[in-house]
DNA sequence: GCGACAG
DNA sequence: ATCTTGTCGC
């Protein structure tokens, strides 16, 4: 019985950690992150997000694959579990990547680049989940939060698509982008394997009428779809 | 020491 | 993150 059944990805690290060995984890994983172009054009783009009721442990996660062109869901998997990492503002990819992980590998198709809905290298540690989920699974991502977590940026333009820099120092870590007039800004960020001016194209490609880009959108729709139906169920 | 703090 | 209807503003 060969491991090969499932597209399962060679474990990178243990999750099983307490916070303290996960900060000093991302101090190691960063060292691996790769910012650079894509090797070729987009023809699938995934959108990766998790949801769960309050005060509850029960985790649901979804992963949906979208044609590029034409944003039309194509594929989506689902995935549920308990979930006992706490919340730390910092340390979400630890409470949320195995839950992604299980639904991610179900996959028939596997996306050219990945979306997360929260940061990529626009965090503390330069490790946001987006860049994490990248690392252990050797795909570009980026992320895509509806908060900033750490740096400064000033207001992007009025219009669909304009956005300003997210600055810590002299770093440019992604951007504020308007995605949509008269609503707050989405923040932007390369994952990994993907550099600062290819997540800005990408996210910007992905946006329709909504705030959020369409595959952190259409990722929320359906997770929180089958989250309800186990719920009051 | 104080405030901020993705989902 | 999630619970929720109407309502104010462009």
Same mark, same amino acid.
């Given at each position: 019985?060969?491991?090969?059944?499932? !597209?399962?990805?060679?474990?990178?690290?243990?999750?099983?950690?307490?916070? #303290?060995? !996960?900060? #000093?984890?991302?101090?190691? &994983? /960063?060292?691996?992150?790769?910012?650079?172009?894509?090797?070729?054009?987009?023809?699938?783009?995934?959108?990766?997000?998790?949801?769960?009721?309050?005060?509850?442990?029960?985790?649901?996660?979804?992963?949906?694959?979208?044609?590029?062109?034409?944003?039309?869901?194509?594929?989506?998997?689902?995935?549920?579990?308990?979930?006992?990492?706490?919340?730390?503002?910092?340390?979400?990819?630890?409470?949320?990547?195995?839950?992604?992980?299980?639904?991610?590998? *179900?996959?028939? *198709?596997?996306?050219?680049?990945?979306?997360?809905?929260?940061?990529?290298?626009?965090?503390?540690?330069?490790?946001?989940?987006?860049?994490?989920?990248?690392?252990?699974?050797?795909?570009?991502?980026?992320?895509?939060?509806?908060?900033? &977590?750490?740096?400064?940026?000033?207001?992007?333009?009025?219009?669909?698509?304009?956005?300003?820099?997210?600055? !810590?120092?002299?770093?440019?870590?992604?951007?504020?982008?308007?995605?949509?007039?008269?609503?707050?800004?989405?923040?932007?960020?390369?994952?990994?394997?993907?550099?600062?001016?290819? !997540?800005?194209?990408?996210?910007?490609?992905? &946006? /329709?009428?909504?705030?959020?880009?369409?595959?952190?959108?259409?990722?929320?729709? &359906?997770?929180?779809?089958?989250?309800?139906?186990?719920?009051?169920?």
């Amino acid at each position: 019985m060969s491991p090969k059944d499932s !597209a399962s990805t060679p474990a990178l690290h243990d999750w099983n950690l307490d916070p #303290q060995a !996960a900060v #000093q984890l991302q101090k190691e &994983l /960063r060292e691996r992150i790769r910012l650079e172009p894509l090797p070729g054009p987009v023809k699938l783009i995934g959108g990766a997000d998790i949801s769960f009721n309050l005060y509850s442990d029960i985790f649901h996660a979804a992963i949906v694959v979208l044609d590029y062109e034409s944003l039309e869901v194509v594929e989506s998997t689902y995935f549920t579990q308990t979930v006992d990492f706490p919340y730390i503002p910092g340390l979400l990819s630890f409470r949320e990547i195995p839950t992604l992980l299980r639904a991610y590998e *179900q996959l028939q *198709q596997r996306p050219d680049v990945v979306m997360v809905d929260g940061h990529g290298i626009a965090h503390p540690r330069r490790m946001g989940i987006a860049t994490h989920f990248g690392l252990v699974t050797g795909t570009p991502t980026l992320g895509c939060a509806k908060k900033i &977590l750490t740096g400064k940026f000033t207001a992007p333009g009025p219009d669909r698509g304009d956005a300003s820099p997210i600055q !810590a120092g002299s770093d440019t870590l992604g951007y504020a982008l308007r995605s949509k007039p008269k609503v707050k800004p989405v923040f932007v960020s390369p994952g990994h394997l993907l550099d600062l001016a290819g !997540a800005l194209e990408i996210a910007r490609h992905c &946006l /329709r009428k909504h705030k959020l880009p369409e595959p952190t959108r259409m990722a929320h729709l &359906l997770v929180n779809e089958h989250r309800r139906r186990a719920h009051d169920q």
